[in-house]
Protein backbone atom coordinates (compact mmCIF):
# COMPACT_ATOMS: atom_id res chain seq x y z
CA UNK A 1 0.00 0.00 0.00
CA UNK A 2 1.21 3.24 -0.59
CA UNK A 3 2.63 5.39 2.30
CA UNK A 4 2.03 8.71 3.61
CA UNK A 5 5.19 9.96 2.90
CA UNK A 6 4.34 8.58 -0.61
CA UNK A 7 1.24 10.71 -0.88
CA UNK A 8 2.70 13.70 0.62
CA UNK A 9 5.25 13.61 -2.22
CA UNK A 10 2.74 12.85 -5.06
CA UNK A 11 0.69 15.69 -6.98
CA UNK A 12 -2.46 14.79 -5.41
CA UNK A 13 -4.16 12.55 -2.61
CA UNK A 14 -7.30 13.00 -0.97
CA UNK A 15 -7.98 13.76 3.07
CA UNK A 16 -9.24 10.63 3.72
CA UNK A 17 -6.17 8.65 2.00
CA UNK A 18 -4.17 10.44 4.22
CA UNK A 19 -6.33 9.41 7.41
CA UNK A 20 -6.15 5.89 6.57
CA UNK A 21 -2.01 6.06 5.90
CA UNK A 22 -1.99 7.55 9.22
CA UNK A 23 -4.26 4.49 10.60
CA UNK A 24 -1.91 2.22 8.82
CA UNK A 25 1.45 3.59 10.24
CA UNK A 26 0.68 5.33 13.58
CA UNK A 27 -2.34 3.28 14.48
CA UNK A 28 -2.72 4.45 18.38
CA UNK A 29 -1.11 7.65 17.87
CA UNK A 30 -3.93 10.21 19.05
CA UNK A 31 -5.79 11.63 16.13
CA UNK A 32 -8.82 13.98 17.52
CA UNK A 33 -9.96 14.91 20.83
CA UNK A 34 -13.06 16.91 22.69
CA UNK A 35 -13.85 17.03 26.02
CA UNK A 36 -15.93 13.50 26.04
CA UNK A 37 -14.07 11.88 23.71
CA UNK A 38 -10.20 10.42 22.52
CA UNK A 39 -9.46 8.76 19.02
CA UNK A 40 -6.91 7.32 17.97
CA UNK A 41 -6.20 7.58 13.39
CA UNK A 42 -6.98 3.80 13.92
CA UNK A 43 -9.98 4.74 15.91
CA UNK A 44 -10.75 7.60 13.39
CA UNK A 45 -10.56 5.81 10.57
CA UNK A 46 -13.06 2.93 11.64
CA UNK A 47 -15.29 5.64 12.33
CA UNK A 48 -15.45 7.73 9.23
CA UNK A 49 -15.67 4.29 7.07
CA UNK A 50 -18.60 3.36 9.25
CA UNK A 51 -20.40 6.74 8.02
CA UNK A 52 -19.34 6.62 4.64
CA UNK A 53 -20.67 3.44 4.38
CA UNK A 54 -24.06 4.55 6.34
CA UNK A 55 -24.31 7.33 4.00
CA UNK A 56 -24.29 5.20 1.31
CA UNK A 57 -26.75 2.90 2.82
CA UNK A 58 -29.20 5.96 3.41
CA UNK A 59 -28.43 7.62 -0.20
CA UNK A 60 -28.19 4.96 -2.45
CA UNK A 61 -23.75 5.79 -3.00
CA UNK A 62 -25.17 8.25 -4.76
CA UNK A 63 -23.37 12.07 -5.09
CA UNK A 64 -25.00 13.95 -2.59
CA UNK A 65 -24.42 16.99 -0.36
CA UNK A 66 -24.08 16.49 3.08
CA UNK A 67 -25.39 19.05 6.01
CA UNK A 68 -23.58 19.20 9.30
CA UNK A 69 -24.74 21.72 11.97
CA UNK A 70 -22.72 20.91 15.30
CA UNK A 71 -20.69 22.86 17.73
CA UNK A 72 -17.05 21.60 16.80
CA UNK A 73 -16.78 18.81 18.49
CA UNK A 74 -15.24 15.02 17.17
CA UNK A 75 -18.63 13.68 15.68
CA UNK A 76 -18.66 16.68 14.05
CA UNK A 77 -14.82 16.46 12.16
CA UNK A 78 -15.68 12.47 12.10
CA UNK A 79 -18.93 13.17 9.57
CA UNK A 80 -17.26 15.82 7.72
CA UNK A 81 -14.51 12.85 6.90
CA UNK A 82 -16.99 10.06 6.42
CA UNK A 83 -18.58 12.32 3.80
CA UNK A 84 -15.17 12.76 2.26
CA UNK A 85 -14.67 9.35 2.32
CA UNK A 86 -18.44 8.79 0.54
CA UNK A 87 -17.07 10.97 -1.98
CA UNK A 88 -19.93 12.88 -1.16
CA UNK A 89 -20.12 17.05 -0.50
CA UNK A 90 -20.09 18.24 3.28
CA UNK A 91 -22.05 21.75 3.53
CA UNK A 92 -20.84 23.76 6.82
CA UNK A 93 -23.67 25.39 8.42
CA UNK A 94 -22.58 28.30 11.44
CA UNK A 95 -24.52 26.64 14.72
CA UNK A 96 -25.34 30.41 15.23
CA UNK A 97 -27.72 30.64 12.04
CA UNK A 98 -31.12 30.84 12.77
CA UNK A 99 -33.98 28.42 11.77
CA UNK A 100 -34.64 30.31 8.48
CA UNK A 101 -31.01 30.94 7.62
CA UNK A 102 -30.47 26.91 8.20
CA UNK A 103 -33.71 26.59 6.07
CA UNK A 104 -32.38 28.58 3.08
CA UNK A 105 -28.81 26.98 2.91
CA UNK A 106 -30.29 23.72 3.04
CA UNK A 107 -32.43 24.32 0.46
CA UNK A 108 -29.50 26.33 -1.65
CA UNK A 109 -27.40 23.41 -0.98
CA UNK A 110 -29.88 20.86 -2.00
CA UNK A 111 -28.25 19.02 0.97
CA UNK A 112 -29.66 15.09 1.02
CA UNK A 113 -29.15 14.72 4.66
CA UNK A 114 -28.15 17.30 7.57
CA UNK A 115 -26.28 15.68 10.69
CA UNK A 116 -27.93 17.70 14.02
CA UNK A 117 -26.26 18.95 17.17
CA UNK A 118 -29.25 18.00 19.61
CA UNK A 119 -28.38 21.78 21.01
CA UNK A 120 -29.68 22.93 17.30
CA UNK A 121 -33.19 20.97 17.10
CA UNK A 122 -35.05 23.67 16.63
CA UNK A 123 -33.11 25.15 13.70
CA UNK A 124 -34.13 22.26 11.52
CA UNK A 125 -37.12 21.06 9.97
CA UNK A 126 -37.17 17.28 10.16
CA UNK A 127 -39.37 16.96 7.43
CA UNK A 128 -37.90 19.04 5.38
CA UNK A 129 -34.51 16.92 5.08
CA UNK A 130 -33.71 13.98 6.77
CA UNK A 131 -31.94 14.29 9.71
CA UNK A 132 -29.58 12.27 11.99
CA UNK A 133 -28.92 13.49 15.22
CA UNK A 134 -25.16 13.74 16.43
CA UNK A 135 -25.84 12.30 20.12
CA UNK A 136 -27.36 9.21 18.48
CA UNK A 137 -24.49 8.87 15.69
CA UNK A 138 -22.67 5.53 16.53
CA UNK A 139 -26.18 3.71 16.45
CA UNK A 140 -26.84 5.64 12.62
CA UNK A 141 -23.53 3.89 11.15
CA UNK A 142 -23.14 0.85 9.61
CA UNK A 143 -21.28 -2.08 10.92
CA UNK A 144 -17.45 -2.00 10.80
CA UNK A 145 -17.43 -4.59 8.13
CA UNK A 146 -19.64 -2.64 5.91
CA UNK A 147 -17.72 -2.49 2.13
CA UNK A 148 -17.55 1.10 0.84
CA UNK A 149 -17.27 1.76 -2.96
CA UNK A 150 -16.82 5.24 -3.55
CA UNK A 151 -15.51 6.24 -7.37
CA UNK A 152 -11.68 7.55 -7.56
CA UNK A 153 -11.69 11.41 -6.40
CA UNK A 154 -10.52 13.71 -8.56
CA UNK A 155 -8.68 17.56 -8.28
CA UNK A 156 -11.58 19.89 -9.63
CA UNK A 157 -14.29 17.52 -7.36
CA UNK A 158 -16.23 19.49 -4.97
CA UNK A 159 -14.59 19.43 -1.18
CA UNK A 160 -16.83 21.36 0.68
CA UNK A 161 -19.54 24.36 0.28
CA UNK A 162 -19.15 27.10 3.27
CA UNK A 163 -21.72 29.64 3.38
CA UNK A 164 -20.08 33.30 3.37
CA UNK A 165 -22.73 34.58 6.10
CA UNK A 166 -26.11 33.80 7.20
CA UNK A 167 -28.91 34.57 5.47
CA UNK A 168 -32.76 35.83 4.81
CA UNK A 169 -32.28 36.80 1.25
CA UNK A 170 -30.33 34.36 -1.35
CA UNK A 171 -26.87 32.93 0.61
CA UNK A 172 -23.15 32.49 -1.11
CA UNK A 173 -21.99 28.95 -0.91
CA UNK A 174 -18.73 29.16 -1.47
CA UNK A 175 -17.14 26.13 -3.23
CA UNK A 176 -13.59 24.34 -2.54
CA UNK A 177 -12.14 21.42 -4.71
CA UNK A 178 -9.95 18.74 -3.52
CA UNK A 179 -7.58 20.28 -5.08
CA UNK A 180 -7.69 23.47 -3.21
CA UNK A 181 -7.56 21.71 -0.02
CA UNK A 182 -4.79 19.40 -1.24
CA UNK A 183 -2.80 22.28 -1.97
CA UNK A 184 -3.51 24.63 1.12
CA UNK A 185 -2.50 21.80 3.40
CA UNK A 186 0.44 20.94 1.65
CA UNK A 187 2.12 24.43 1.84
CA UNK A 188 1.82 24.22 5.79
CA UNK A 189 4.87 21.28 5.15
CA UNK A 190 7.50 23.70 6.38
CA UNK A 191 6.26 24.59 9.25
CA UNK A 192 5.62 21.00 11.65
CA UNK A 193 1.97 19.93 11.59
CA UNK A 194 3.39 16.45 11.18
CA UNK A 195 4.10 16.40 15.08
CA UNK A 196 1.71 18.90 16.11
CA UNK A 197 -0.33 19.15 18.67
CA UNK A 198 -3.19 21.41 17.13
CA UNK A 199 -5.86 23.33 19.63
CA UNK A 200 -8.86 24.44 17.58
CA UNK A 201 -10.60 27.20 19.04
CA UNK A 202 -12.87 28.15 16.45
CA UNK A 203 -15.82 26.77 14.82
CA UNK A 204 -15.86 23.96 11.82
CA UNK A 205 -17.76 25.89 9.42
CA UNK A 206 -14.97 28.69 9.24
CA UNK A 207 -12.40 28.68 6.47
CA UNK A 208 -9.84 29.55 9.04
CA UNK A 209 -10.42 26.01 11.09
CA UNK A 210 -10.25 23.85 8.01
CA UNK A 211 -7.29 25.65 5.72
CA UNK A 212 -5.15 26.88 8.77
CA UNK A 213 -5.25 24.11 11.66
CA UNK A 214 -7.80 20.68 10.97
CA UNK A 215 -6.77 20.06 7.45
CA UNK A 216 -2.84 20.51 7.80
CA UNK A 217 -2.71 18.79 10.94
CA UNK A 218 -4.83 15.35 9.95
CA UNK A 219 -3.28 15.92 6.63
CA UNK A 220 0.45 15.49 8.09
CA UNK A 221 -0.22 13.22 11.12
CA UNK A 222 -0.22 15.56 13.85
CA UNK A 223 -3.35 15.51 16.81
CA UNK A 224 -5.89 17.66 17.12
CA UNK A 225 -7.82 18.69 19.98
CA UNK A 226 -10.99 20.82 19.50
CA UNK A 227 -12.41 23.40 22.54
CA UNK A 228 -15.58 23.40 21.69
CA UNK A 229 -17.40 26.90 23.25
CA UNK A 230 -14.34 29.41 23.12
CA UNK A 231 -13.38 30.43 26.74
CA UNK A 232 -9.86 32.01 27.68
CA UNK A 233 -9.36 30.52 30.59
CA UNK A 234 -10.25 27.34 29.12
CA UNK A 235 -8.19 27.59 25.83
CA UNK A 236 -5.26 28.14 28.28
CA UNK A 237 -5.93 25.34 30.30
CA UNK A 238 -6.16 23.11 27.72
CA UNK A 239 -3.09 24.43 25.91
CA UNK A 240 -0.69 23.75 28.70
CA UNK A 241 -2.64 20.34 29.70
CA UNK A 242 -1.81 19.32 25.89
CA UNK A 243 1.09 20.45 25.77
CA UNK A 244 -0.35 22.25 22.31
CA UNK A 245 1.99 23.15 19.60
CA UNK A 246 0.09 25.11 16.85
CA UNK A 247 -3.10 26.79 17.03
CA UNK A 248 -5.01 29.39 15.39
CA UNK A 249 -7.66 31.90 16.25
CA UNK A 250 -9.52 35.40 15.28
CA UNK A 251 -8.19 38.55 17.07
CA UNK A 252 -10.58 38.86 18.88
CA UNK A 253 -9.77 35.84 20.58
CA UNK A 254 -6.30 36.25 21.18
CA UNK A 255 -7.28 40.04 23.01
CA UNK A 256 -9.61 38.32 25.58
CA UNK A 257 -6.38 35.42 25.85
CA UNK A 258 -3.92 38.05 26.44
CA UNK A 259 -6.40 39.99 28.64
CA UNK A 260 -6.79 37.50 31.30
CA UNK A 261 -5.08 38.18 34.60
CA UNK A 262 -3.92 34.69 35.64
CA UNK A 263 -1.86 34.43 31.36
CA UNK A 264 1.40 34.21 32.74
CA UNK A 265 1.35 31.85 34.89
CA UNK A 266 0.64 29.47 31.99
CA UNK A 267 3.45 27.40 30.67
CA UNK A 268 3.05 27.96 26.73
CA UNK A 269 6.57 26.92 26.23
CA UNK A 270 5.63 24.32 23.89
CA UNK A 271 4.08 26.56 21.67
CA UNK A 272 5.44 26.28 17.98
CA UNK A 273 3.17 28.17 15.68
CA UNK A 274 0.13 30.60 16.59
CA UNK A 275 -2.05 31.99 13.67
CA UNK A 276 -4.09 35.22 13.71
CA UNK A 277 -6.40 35.65 10.39
CA UNK A 278 -10.02 36.71 10.06
CA UNK A 279 -10.00 39.91 10.54
CA UNK A 280 -7.66 43.34 11.21
CA UNK A 281 -5.06 42.85 14.23
CA UNK A 282 -3.96 46.23 15.86
CA UNK A 283 0.00 46.58 15.51
CA UNK A 284 -0.01 46.80 19.25
CA UNK A 285 -1.93 44.21 20.01
CA UNK A 286 0.39 41.85 17.61
CA UNK A 287 3.22 43.10 19.46
CA UNK A 288 2.00 42.00 23.21
CA UNK A 289 1.49 38.50 21.12
CA UNK A 290 5.07 38.16 20.18
CA UNK A 291 6.22 39.84 23.77
CA UNK A 292 4.62 37.40 25.90
CA UNK A 293 3.60 34.01 23.81
CA UNK A 294 6.46 31.70 23.13
CA UNK A 295 6.57 30.56 19.80
CA UNK A 296 6.34 32.25 16.11
CA UNK A 297 3.27 34.35 15.70
CA UNK A 298 1.90 34.24 12.05
CA UNK A 299 -0.77 36.65 10.31
CA UNK A 300 -2.39 35.56 7.46
CA UNK A 301 -4.35 37.86 4.96
CA UNK A 302 -6.86 36.28 2.96
CA UNK A 303 -10.60 35.55 2.45
CA UNK A 304 -12.21 32.22 2.05
CA UNK A 305 -12.86 32.62 -1.61
CA UNK A 306 -9.96 32.14 -1.84
CA UNK A 307 -7.50 34.91 -4.12
CA UNK A 308 -4.55 36.24 -3.19
CA UNK A 309 -2.55 35.31 0.42
CA UNK A 310 -0.06 37.78 2.70
CA UNK A 311 1.76 36.11 5.34
CA UNK A 312 3.22 37.94 8.36
CA UNK A 313 5.94 36.28 10.62
CA UNK A 314 5.06 38.77 12.99
CA UNK A 315 8.30 37.58 15.22
CA UNK A 316 10.61 38.35 12.50
CA UNK A 317 9.54 41.33 11.58
CA UNK A 318 8.83 44.06 14.41
CA UNK A 319 8.53 46.89 12.21
CA UNK A 320 6.23 45.93 9.34
CA UNK A 321 3.51 44.53 12.44
CA UNK A 322 1.44 47.64 11.18
CA UNK A 323 1.25 45.48 7.80
CA UNK A 324 -0.76 42.02 6.76
CA UNK A 325 3.33 40.92 5.45
CA UNK A 326 3.83 40.19 1.74
CA UNK A 327 2.33 38.22 -0.89
CA UNK A 328 3.00 34.07 0.24
CA UNK A 329 4.53 32.26 -2.11
CA UNK A 330 2.43 30.88 -5.39
CA UNK A 331 0.39 34.01 -4.72
CA UNK A 332 -0.18 37.06 -6.98
CA UNK A 333 -1.70 40.40 -5.36
CA UNK A 334 -2.57 43.33 -7.45
CA UNK A 335 -4.06 46.22 -6.80
CA UNK A 336 -6.68 47.54 -9.25
CA UNK A 337 -8.50 51.01 -9.29
CA UNK A 338 -12.32 51.99 -9.74
CA UNK A 339 -11.79 50.94 -13.56
CA UNK A 340 -10.40 47.90 -13.13
CA UNK A 341 -6.56 49.07 -14.48
CA UNK A 342 -3.59 48.54 -12.09
CA UNK A 343 -2.52 51.37 -10.61
CA UNK A 344 1.29 52.20 -10.02
CA UNK A 345 3.19 51.25 -7.50
CA UNK A 346 2.80 53.30 -4.13
CA UNK A 347 -0.95 53.98 -4.76
CA UNK A 348 -4.59 52.79 -3.54
CA UNK A 349 -5.89 50.41 -4.93
CA UNK A 350 -8.61 47.41 -4.58
CA UNK A 351 -6.72 44.09 -3.90
CA UNK A 352 -6.91 40.99 -6.38
CA UNK A 353 -5.40 38.34 -5.65
CA UNK A 354 -4.55 34.92 -7.39
CA UNK A 355 -3.32 31.71 -6.33
CA UNK A 356 -3.54 27.87 -5.78
CA UNK A 357 -6.57 27.94 -3.64
CA UNK A 358 -9.05 30.23 -5.06
CA UNK A 359 -12.78 28.89 -4.71
CA UNK A 360 -14.53 27.35 -7.91
CA UNK A 361 -17.15 29.44 -7.37
CA UNK A 362 -20.34 30.31 -5.71
CA UNK A 363 -23.01 27.72 -5.68
CA UNK A 364 -25.44 27.92 -7.92
CA UNK A 365 -24.27 31.83 -8.33
CA UNK A 366 -22.95 32.00 -11.98
CA UNK A 367 -23.76 35.83 -11.67
CA UNK A 368 -21.85 36.19 -8.03
CA UNK A 369 -19.18 34.60 -9.33
CA UNK A 370 -18.42 36.80 -12.92
CA UNK A 371 -18.77 39.68 -10.36
CA UNK A 372 -15.90 38.67 -7.90
CA UNK A 373 -13.76 37.64 -10.51
CA UNK A 374 -11.01 40.30 -12.49
CA UNK A 375 -8.58 39.18 -15.42
CA UNK A 376 -5.66 40.55 -16.19
CA UNK A 377 -4.32 41.49 -19.92
CA UNK A 378 -3.11 37.70 -19.95
CA UNK A 379 -6.67 36.57 -19.22
CA UNK A 380 -5.80 34.95 -15.60
CA UNK A 381 -8.46 34.95 -13.36
CA UNK A 382 -8.14 36.81 -9.99
CA UNK A 383 -10.73 37.59 -7.07
CA UNK A 384 -11.66 41.17 -5.62
CA UNK A 385 -11.13 40.97 -1.84
CA UNK A 386 -13.01 44.06 -1.72
CA UNK A 387 -10.28 45.88 0.67
CA UNK A 388 -8.31 48.88 -0.47
CA UNK A 389 -4.92 48.76 -0.05
CA UNK A 390 -1.45 50.14 -0.32
CA UNK A 391 1.94 48.43 -1.16
CA UNK A 392 5.12 49.79 0.73
CA UNK A 393 8.59 49.82 -0.93
CA UNK A 394 9.61 46.73 0.55
CA UNK A 395 6.43 44.67 -0.95
CA UNK A 396 4.34 44.56 2.54
CA UNK A 397 0.79 45.03 2.12
CA UNK A 398 -0.81 47.36 4.42
CA UNK A 399 -5.29 47.52 4.85
CA UNK A 400 -6.58 51.00 4.56
CA UNK A 401 -9.81 50.63 4.54
CA UNK A 402 -12.83 48.19 2.60
CA UNK A 403 -13.93 48.68 -0.85
CA UNK A 404 -17.44 46.93 -0.05
CA UNK A 405 -20.01 47.17 2.96
CA UNK A 406 -19.08 43.85 4.08
CA UNK A 407 -18.28 43.84 7.90
CA UNK A 408 -15.60 41.20 9.86
CA UNK A 409 -17.07 40.86 12.97
CA UNK A 410 -14.85 38.66 14.99
CA UNK A 411 -13.42 36.99 12.23
CA UNK A 412 -16.50 36.25 10.55
CA UNK A 413 -18.20 38.38 7.44
CA UNK A 414 -21.03 40.20 7.68
CA UNK A 415 -23.43 41.39 5.34
CA UNK A 416 -25.04 44.62 6.34
CA UNK A 417 -27.49 43.77 3.10
CA UNK A 418 -29.23 40.48 5.16
CA UNK A 419 -29.47 42.71 8.71
CA UNK A 420 -31.20 45.37 6.59
CA UNK A 421 -33.67 43.13 4.73
CA UNK A 422 -34.62 42.03 8.59
CA UNK A 423 -34.74 45.57 9.89
CA UNK A 424 -36.96 46.44 7.11
CA UNK A 425 -39.56 44.30 8.03
CA UNK A 426 -40.50 46.48 11.15
CA UNK A 427 -43.44 48.39 10.90
CA UNK A 428 -42.55 51.28 12.23
CA UNK A 429 -39.10 51.70 9.90
CA UNK A 430 -39.27 53.61 6.81
CA UNK A 431 -35.90 53.88 5.91
CA UNK A 432 -32.73 51.79 7.62
CA UNK A 433 -28.66 51.31 6.62
CA UNK A 434 -26.25 49.11 8.40
CA UNK A 435 -22.69 50.72 8.68
CA UNK A 436 -19.32 48.94 10.42
CA UNK A 437 -18.17 51.05 12.98
CA UNK A 438 -15.21 50.53 15.45
CA UNK A 439 -15.38 47.60 18.37
CA UNK A 440 -12.79 46.90 20.93
CA UNK A 441 -14.11 43.70 21.46
CA UNK A 442 -14.82 42.60 17.78
CA UNK A 443 -12.84 44.52 15.67
CA UNK A 444 -15.74 45.73 14.02
CA UNK A 445 -19.71 45.38 14.59
CA UNK A 446 -22.69 46.42 12.59
CA UNK A 447 -24.38 49.65 13.24
CA UNK A 448 -27.55 50.65 12.10
CA UNK A 449 -29.06 54.20 11.13
CA UNK A 450 -32.52 53.76 10.85
CA UNK A 451 -35.50 56.13 9.63
CA UNK A 452 -38.84 55.91 11.89
CA UNK A 453 -42.53 56.40 10.82
CA UNK A 454 -43.87 59.99 11.80
CA UNK A 455 -45.20 59.37 15.23
CA UNK A 456 -44.13 55.67 15.88
CA UNK A 457 -43.39 54.94 19.08
CA UNK A 458 -40.02 53.20 18.40
CA UNK A 459 -36.19 54.06 20.28
CA UNK A 460 -32.80 52.99 19.50
CA UNK A 461 -32.97 50.51 22.45
CA UNK A 462 -36.10 48.79 21.56
CA UNK A 463 -34.94 48.34 17.79
CA UNK A 464 -31.81 47.06 18.32
CA UNK A 465 -33.43 44.59 20.72
CA UNK A 466 -35.91 44.03 18.30
CA UNK A 467 -33.51 43.17 15.08
CA UNK A 468 -30.63 41.21 17.37
CA UNK A 469 -33.31 38.83 18.14
CA UNK A 470 -34.09 38.16 14.64
CA UNK A 471 -30.52 37.68 13.21
CA UNK A 472 -27.93 35.50 13.85
CA UNK A 473 -25.50 35.68 16.80
CA UNK A 474 -22.34 37.14 14.39
CA UNK A 475 -24.95 39.51 13.12
CA UNK A 476 -26.18 41.19 15.62
CA UNK A 477 -25.88 45.26 15.89
CA UNK A 478 -23.88 46.54 18.31
CA UNK A 479 -26.43 49.87 18.10
CA UNK A 480 -28.58 51.83 16.58
CA UNK A 481 -29.53 55.26 15.88
CA UNK A 482 -32.61 57.12 14.90
CA UNK A 483 -32.57 59.11 11.59
CA UNK A 484 -34.00 62.38 10.24
CA UNK A 485 -33.05 61.21 6.22
CA UNK A 486 -30.57 58.87 5.15
CA UNK A 487 -27.98 60.73 3.05
CA UNK A 488 -27.99 59.42 -0.80
CA UNK A 489 -26.69 60.30 -3.90
CA UNK A 490 -28.55 61.09 -7.24
CA UNK A 491 -29.20 57.32 -8.14
CA UNK A 492 -30.92 56.74 -5.00
CA UNK A 493 -27.95 54.95 -3.50
CA UNK A 494 -26.92 55.43 0.59
CA UNK A 495 -23.86 57.21 0.91
CA UNK A 496 -22.74 55.27 3.61
CA UNK A 497 -19.09 56.97 4.21
CA UNK A 498 -21.34 59.68 5.22
CA UNK A 499 -23.22 57.97 7.74
CA UNK A 500 -19.83 56.50 9.00
CA UNK A 501 -18.57 60.59 9.51
CA UNK A 502 -21.83 61.45 11.20
CA UNK A 503 -20.95 57.99 13.35
CA UNK A 504 -17.83 59.39 14.32
CA UNK A 505 -18.92 63.57 14.46
CA UNK A 506 -22.20 62.87 16.90
CA UNK A 507 -19.99 60.52 19.24
CA UNK A 508 -22.74 57.54 18.86
CA UNK A 509 -21.82 54.36 20.89
CA UNK A 510 -21.60 51.54 19.90
Known amino acids: MTTARELLDSDFATVAQMVAAHARERADQLALADDTARLTYADLDRMITRIAAGLHRDLAGRPSTVAILGRTCVADVAVLLGAL???????????????????????????????VDPAHTSSVDAGATPVVWLDA????????????????????????????????????????????????????????????????????????T?????????????????LGK?????????????????????????????????????????????????????????????????????????MTEGGGVCTLYATQYPEKLHTVGSPAPG????????????????????????????????????????????????GNRFLRHGDLARFDADGFLTLLGRSKDMIISGGFNVYPIDIEAVAAQ????????????????????????????????????????????????TQRLGGAAAIDTLPRNAMGKVLKRDL????????TAA
Request: proline letters at 7%; aromatic letters at 8%.
Open 85 to 115: RAGMTPVLISPSSTPAQVATMLADSAATIVF
Open 210 to 226: LGCALLPTLVHGGTVIL
Open 426 to 473: HPDIVDVAVIGVPSATWGETPFAFFVPRADAAIDNDSLLAWINARVGK
Open 500 to 507: RDHFITTG
Open 331 to 378: TDIRLIDEDGREVAPGEIGEVVGRSGIMMQGYHGRHDATGAAEWFDAD
Open 230 to 302: FDPRRYLETAERERVTHSVLVPVQYQRIMADPEFDRFDLSTFVLKIVTGAPFAADAKADVVRRWPGELLEIYG
Open 137 to 208: LDAWCAPGSAPIESRPIKPDDRFNIIYSSGTTGTPKGIVHTHGTRWTQAIAWTPLGFDQAVSLIATPLCSNT
